[in-house]
């Protein structure tokens, strides 16, 4: 439940327009919870396909790591995007 929170909240901020310092703060936030997750979600999913022999919510970790970091990958496009359509200033 929380890790959909977290994505949703990732994939939500794209569409409402925050402040910048807020901004900035979410996207650091983002990408840190993302790096983590998806390091121990790698490291949980290679721990689980050679140690154990059952599932776990190694798969879940990681998807979630992958989610917000392509949430963030996403805001960056956004941004470069706006960036070329912008009229160039005088």
């Given at each position: 439940?929380?890790y959909f929170l977290?994505?949703?909240?990732?994939?939500?901020?794209?569409?409402?327009?925050?402040?910048?310092?807020?901004?900035?703060?979410?996207?650091?936030?983002?990408?840190?919870?993302?790096?983590?997750?998806?390091?121990?979600?790698?490291?949980?999913?290679?721990?689980?396909?050679?140690?154990?022999?059952?599932?776990?919510?190694?798969?879940?970790?990681?998807?979630?790591g992958v989610l917000?970091?392509?949430?963030?990958?996403?805001?960056?496009?956004?941004?470069?995007?706006?960036?070329?359509?912008?009229?160039?200033?005088?």
């Amino acid at each position: 439940m929380v890790y959909f929170l977290l994505v949703l909240a990732a994939w939500g901020s794209l569409f409402f327009r925050l402040p910048t310092w807020l901004s900035i703060l979410s996207s650091l936030a983002f990408l840190g919870l993302g790096a983590i997750f998806l390091l121990f979600g790698l490291t949980f999913s290679y721990w689980d396909s050679h140690m154990t022999s059952g599932s776990s919510g190694a798969t879940s970790t990681l998807v979630t790591g992958v989610l917000l970091l392509l949430s963030r990958a996403a805001l960056v496009v956004k941004l470069v995007l706006h960036a070329m359509v912008a009229p160039p200033e005088p």
